[in-house]
């Protein structure tokens, strides 16, 4: 299971590496071509994807705070699903499936990455003397 979720990981951490850093490289006309977003908006979600790419990858190769990496991995779910619904309603059904994946993905690796805190029972570790 740690292998596909660090293949996972890699493989969505560069393919958001891209996509933010053409969000962030490319002219606004140019990316509102086909969907007619405003530029601000665009270069935000740039941003926000390269900073989910760096944090779902940093933190467990450097193992300073790890449970950043799910954060990180839902909110790159959120982008999807906003982009599956843009995707959907100005390219069609088919355009939409893609993000739907990646998506997917990226809600694997949240729900694998996730360490609820463990509980504690204050109670059992008292020495009991008679």
């Known amino acids: 299971m740690t292998y596909a979720l660090w293949t996972a990981q890699v493989l969505l951490a560069l393919l958001f590496l891209f996509a933010g850093g053409m969000k962030l ?23 926000a994807e390269v900073l989910g790419a760096l944090g779902l990858v940093l933190p467990g190769l450097l193992r300073i705070r790890p449970g950043l990496t799910p954060l990180a991995a839902v909110g790159l779910v959120i982008i999807m699903a906003g982009a599956m619904v843009v995707s959907f309603v100005s390219l069609g059904a088919l355009a939409a499936l893609m993000p739907l994946v990646v998506g997917l993905l990226a809600a694997f690796v949240a729900y694998g990455r996730w360490r609820p805190a463990a509980r504690v029972d204050f109670g059992a570790s008292r020495s009991t003397r008679s």
């Open 25 to 47: 490289i490319l002219p606004i006309e140019e990316m509102t071509r086909e969907v007619a977003m405003p530029g601000p908006f665009l270069r935000f979600i740039g941003v």
